[in-house]
């Protein structure tokens, strides 16, 4: 007897579609942080976070 698996393309397209939407509100999302970054960059683009550091051992 052979057992027939069923069609994974039923359940195949909705798990693409969730999987397309998820990665591209990933990809908004990261496109977001990055223009924060660097916009925020641009103001302090000299500072890199070892000025408190300095401050705590004095």
């Known amino acids: 007897m052979e057992r027939k698996s069923p069609t994974p393309k039923a359940g195949q397209t909705s ?3 969730r999987l ?20 925020g960059g641009e103001a302090a683009a ?6 408190g550091r ?3 051992k004095d």
Request: glycine share 6%; charged share 40%.
């Open 46 to 51: 000299g500072d890199t976070g070892q000025q």
């Open 54 to 56: 300095q401050e705590q």
């Open 20 to 39: 397309k939407a998820a990665l591209k509100a990933n990809l908004a999302r990261r496109k977001a942080q990055a223009r924060a970054r660097h916009a």
């Open 15 to 17: 798990r693409d579609d």
